[in-house]
Every structure is written in C-alpha cells, then in structure tokens.
C-alpha cells in the first residue's frame, strides 16, 4: 500500500512563505511525473505545479514567479516553495504522484490527503 505523506502548510500572512513536502510511504517501482494541486472552497480543484521525471516543470498562469516545484529522486520527495503568498492562494493543496508499484506494472494517480494553506490580508 503506497500513501503519500504531506507535510508544511499552515497560516500565512499575505507576502510570506511556506513550503510544502510530499513523499510515498511505501516503495514505488518508478516515479513519474510529480504535482501539486489546490482546492479552494466551493471550486473545482486545479493543477498548481507539476514537474516530471526529467526535471520539467510547468505552473498554472498565477503562480508563475512566486511558487517553485523541485523533487529530489533519491528521497523520492516533491516540494512546493510558495513565495509572496496572496489570500486567493488559500486552499488545500494535495501532492499528486504518477507511479508504478512493484506487481502492478500500471501507471496509477496517488494522492496525499491535503494540506491547508491560508494565507490572511
């Protein structure tokens, strides 16, 4: 059984800084792309930033700038460094992990269970 671990969100005034991490628990045959997503009250939940097993990165348009996605392969860890934080990033923020398990040779989403971010005015 493979569960994402989350840690380091919590509450921020507007223009600072958190920084979120994320790694399975259990041991993943191949790790392939890596994200994080959000969800704020009553919207639909949006990919923020993903980053993929050769270092390619790509962010949703109001975050470019102040938020940075890396991974470190040999801890099997993603990031979020979240800089110059705005109220409308409040949300719960979920790791997402596109993995392969040992005996079952098929791509599969994992999810973490969220983190709150909020960020007050």
């Known amino acids: 059984q493979v569960q994402l671990v989350e840690s380091g969100g919590g509450l921020v005034q507007a223009g600072g800084s958190l920084r979120l991490s994320c790694a399975p628990s259990g041991r993943l045959f191949r790790i392939n792309a890596m994200g994080w997503y959000r969800q704020a009250r009553g919207k639909q939940r949006e990919l923020v930033a993903a980053v993929t097993s050769g270092g390619s990165t790509n962010y949703t348009d109001s975050v470019k700038g102040r938020f940075t996605i890396s991974r470190d392969n040999a801890k099997n860890t993603v990031y979020l460094q979240m800089n110059s934080l705005k109220p409308e990033d409040t949300g719960v923020y979920y790791c997402?992990?596109?993995?392969?398990?040992?005996?079952?040779?098929?791509?599969?989403?994992?999810w973490g269970q969220g983190t709150q971010v909020t960020v007050s005015s």
């Open positions: 997402n992990v596109k993995g392969v398990r040992f005996g079952f040779w098929v791509e599969t989403d994992y």
